[in-house]
Nanobody
């Protein structure tokens, strides 16, 4: 089973940018669909973006045009570039993996492995 570790979170001002990384070990990430999820205090976890094994991509409406998901198979890492950040983007961000995932659904039950999360805080 693949192990996932997120990094790249931090404190950023509104309008700023961060790049989150989801690094994998124990398996080849190219064989997995990767989803990014987030959970803000007092709110339910929500799907943000997904990249399939065929590199099809999906974005939640509220992040379209601001976030970009990509994968670097040589580094066994998936990235989430977050631009024009807003206070409402503040949350713990998690990546998750589904072996052989050819779709871009963000149904959390399709994902087998989860990382520990990284905190993103957007505040002035």
């Amino acid at each position: 089973q693949v192990q996932l570790v997120e990094s790249g979170g931090g404190l950023v001002q509104p309008g700023g940018s961060l790049r989150l990384s989801c690094a994998a070990s124990g398996s080849t990430l190219a064989s997995y669909a990767i989803g990014w999820f987030r959970q803000a205090p007092g709110k339910e976890r929500e799907g943000v973006s997904c990249i399939s094994v065929y590199d099809n991509k999906y974005y939640k409406d509220s992040v379209k045009g601001r976030f970009i998901i990509s994968r670097d198979n040589a580094k066994n890492t998936v990235y989430l570039q977050m631009n024009s950040l807003k206070p409402e983007d503040t949350a713990v961000y998690y990546c998750a993996a589904e072996l052989g995932g050819w779709g871009t659904s963000l149904n959390p039950f399709r994902f087998d492995s989860w990382g520990q999360g990284t905190q993103v805080t957007v505040s002035s």
